[in-house]
């Protein structure tokens, strides 16, 4: 989220300094979303949510699907040029979905430009600003929230230059403030409520759950609490504390955090989900120091991205059992088909990828996720076919 691994950054930045403290200072809790948890609920366990849980992460377990994105659409415009302003390229879901734009462009026969923002305000407003220079036939928002550049996001407008988002807002689709063409993502209601389900589902509604995210983050903060709605759901799940680590400081933070939670809960501790899969790299040298089994517990799911790194951790069983991914490539090649669109006057496709569980079990050994026949599709539009 990563994500993620995932946007408020710069004040929220200190203030997520202290709540990574205080979030992982309380004793084992349950949200406010408990006191409306479902009707099926009750002290003796969640049978009926279990049930549900369970046929839920089934279907998104699936990987006979076929292509359900778009096949129509306008023939390549020739000649574009496009800019990628990354909020920042240590994220793996930021650069993998830079490397399929880049892929996607090639195929088209556009020009790409990479801007890193590094991670920081200052960084991004500068790499936007550079971008909206060159002017661009379009520009990218790779994984920022764009209300912390709505300066330069006003001069874009001027110049008449497209923005597509990548994770810029909440949800996919068209976005008049901040001003999107489109937005890509998957809906994050889904892919909280499945990661969730994971855990209900292979718990028979009994677990002990540490929440990862980065609260500087209006996107995954949103997503973190969507996860803890769901889990509250079943009473016996319980919510044992959130781990507030802004990604930009998750290789510094977690280790020591993870340790603290080890100390703090021991055994009672089953089960992990994380905005970002990144948290989980992270927190595995911990978990190795206190000699925790790679195949857990906790048991790891990570709400978003599914990097390569993501799947080499699940293929591998070591501290890291499932992923929701991003399909990063196809996202990649999403969004140079929308600026097609936008660039001849055609509205966005409006797709929006199918939520997907990876496991060992049904990864095939492979680094990444995507939805089948995406580039085909893509090629097969452009050519006029």
Known sequence: MYPYRPNLLAVAALAAAAALVAGCAGGPSRSPAAEGRSPEASADGCPAVVARAREAVGRAERTDTAWSGPTTGPRAVPGKN???????????GVAAVAKGVQEAAAAIGWRVRVIDGDGTPA???????????????????????????????????????????????????????????TNVTTRVEEVAGISADWVIAGSDGRAGVVVFTDDSIPFARNKSELIKRRLDDCPGVRLLATANIPIPDASQRTPQQVSSLLSRFRDRWTHSV??????????????????????????????????????????????????VPEPLDQQGWQIVDEFNRAFAGRPASGYVAPVHVVTAGNSGGADSWNPPGYREAYERIWRGE
Do not use: E
């Open 123 to 181: 960084g991004i407003q500068a790499a936007l600003s550079q971008a909206v220079t060159l002017r661009p036939s379009g520009i990218v928002i790779g994984g920022f929230d764009p209300r912390i550049t709505a300066q330069q996001t006003a001069r874009a407008a001027a110049a008449g230059i497209p923005l597509i988002g990548w994770h810029a807002v909440a949800s996919p689709g068209p976005s008049s403030s901040p001003p999107l063409f």
């Open 82 to 92: 496009l800019v990628y302003v990354a909020q920042t390229m240590t994220n793996p």
């Open 274 to 323: 994380a905005i970002n899969d990144l948290y989980f790299a992270d927190a595995a040298p911990a978990l190795r120091a206190a000699g925790r089994p790679g195949g857990g517990p906790p048991l790891n799911i990570g709400a978003g991205d599914g990097d390569p790194s993501a799947f080499r951790r699940i293929n591998s069983r070591r501290f890291q059992a499932a992923t």
